[in-house]
């Protein structure tokens, strides 16, 4: 009898002495709780109707059998101490499917066009008045902006308009997908959304009645001075264009030189480490 | 007070980057020690570190960085050039705004189109204005060449000839530049 009372009164003591403490973890795990969700909602949300209307911007894009696009676009370059400068240009795509391509890229600093006829893709200088050409580059026009880029350093402006709604599109990539709201752009009807993932925060402003995208901005996180990339796009879908557009004729003072292939410089670099 | 000696800071820095822009020896010398155009930066010349992305998507990537070497694959025909490589790999985050004989044109998020190759920073061209009097190492390699130099077709292949140094120009990614060979 005693015996058990003594215990009893122990395990009292014990409950006593735990339970404050439970109370308080408790209670701090209820604050972490409130506090917790305004942080990570905004980095985690994604928006299942953000991500309808990238897949619809992605068939939009996709049944496109032609078109031009001329893009305005500043990107932001980074010099070694952080400060940006704004470089402007325009590009100028001439696109027929499935895999023909012109694209012109005009800055105050560089001129380059290139040539796409299904086979063979040429860069040429129209000021340098040098070109390239390379063969068997893809044989739809996400492969060749993928093959150009992995294979010889070419990286097509606005790639992401050959990749949106093919399967090159990894939609996992997307960490937080985000309505804006609507608007207009030049009196066009938008929405405009705004997506996050590893790397870069990046803005659509898609067209209400064509669900082609109007404008994309794309900000890098990589570099502290999160440099930016904004593009103003204006579509022209009825535009036609003939096979010339898309075949390289070397103008008689332009002369052939070589392209640095990729591939080659990889294993060279493993060697030289 | 702290503000004002920030700002005093940055005036210093904005002009010690201006006076480096401009200095052409600085630039030769580099040029003349073939590859050292890595150090550039620590000059406090104006490179580019890095430049926005343009695209989101990016499938099947392989390492970028290999871009950095693109470029110097055909520099490897002296040992001035084995070390050029080598800074390159540790540099791939950086364009070569100063077009020194550095090669890191191909970057890792470039898209190369806003290089300064055909009409470059202003102070640029006084840099390169050097490259016809400093003897070339063969096989190192500068994104643009004096406007006095000839182009010159050799078998078929062109050159731009500047003096008794030959540059053979390549394209690496969409950015043209000009190795420096021996005569044909």
């Known amino acids: ?273 | 007070m702290r503000s004002t000696s920030s700002i005093s800071i940055w005036l210093a820095t904005a002009l010690l980057m201006l006076g480096g822009l401009a200095v052409v020896p600085d630039a030769d010398a580099q040029r003349a020690r073939g590859g050292g155009g890595g150090h550039a930066a620590a000059g406090g010349h104006a490179q580019a570190r890095s430049s926005a992305r343009t695209s989101v998507n990016r499938p099947a990537t392989q390492n970028r960085s290999a871009g950095a070497n693109a470029g110097s694959r055909n520099v490897n025909r002296s040992n001035t050039n084995v070390s050029n490589r080598n800074t390159n790999v540790n540099r791939n985050q950086n364009i070569n705004v100063n077009r020194d004989v550095n090669v890191n044109v191909d970057v890792d998020d470039h898209n190369h189109w806003n290089d300064w190759d055909d009409h470059p920073f202003a102070t640029a061209a006084a840099v390169t204005a050097g490259v016809a009097v400093t003897s070339a190492v063969i096989g190192s390699i500068v994104n643009s060449v004096p406007p006095s130099c000839v182009t010159t077709v050799v078998n078929g292949i062109a050159y731009q000839q500047c003096g008794s140094t030959w540059y053979q120009p390549q394209y690496a990614g969409t950015t043209v530049q000009y190795v420096v060979v021996n005569p044909p």
């Open chain 1, 1 to 273: 009898m005693k015996r058990h009372r003594a215990r009893g009164l122990r395990l009292l003591t014990a409950l006593l002495l735990v339970l404050p403490l439970s109370l308080t973890a408790a209670d701090q795990a209820a604050k972490k709780k409130k506090a917790a969700p305004a942080a990570t909602a905004s980095a985690t949300a994604v928006d299942p109707d953000a991500i309808a209307a990238l897949d619809r911007m992605g068939q939009a894009l996709h049944k496109l059998q032609q078109f031009q696009l001329v893009s305005d676009a500043s990107t932001d370059v980074v010099l070694d101490s952080g400060q940006k400068i704004e470089v402007d240009g325009q590009v100028t795509y001439r696109v027929q499917r499935p895999n023909r391509m012109f694209v012109e890229v005009k800055s105050d600093r560089r001129l380059r066009q290139l040539f796409y006829d299904g086979n063979t893709l040429t860069v040429y200088s129209p000021r340098l008045k040098y070109y390239a050409s390379v063969d068997n580059v893809g044989q739809s026009l996400g492969e060749l902006a993928i093959a150009a880029r992995d294979s010889y350093g070419i990286e097509f402006p606005l790639a992401d308009l050959f990749f949106w709604g093919t399967e090159h599109v990894s939609k996992d990539a997307i960490k937080s997908a985000i309505y804006v709201g609507p608007g207009t752009l030049d009196g066009e009807a938008i929405d405009q959304y705004a997506f996050r993932q590893d790397g870069a925060d990046w803005q659509l402003w898609l067209s209400k009645a064509t669900a082609l995208p109007q404008k994309l901005v794309i900000t890098t996180l990589d570099d502290p001075a999160m440099p930016e990339y904004s593009a103003r796009l204006r579509w022209n879908t009825s535009a036609t264009a003939d096979a010339k557009t898309f075949t390289f004729t070397p103008p008689d003072d332009a002369k052939r030189i070589e392209i640095v292939p990729i591939g080659v410089a990889v294993v060279e670099t493993g060697e030289g480490k």
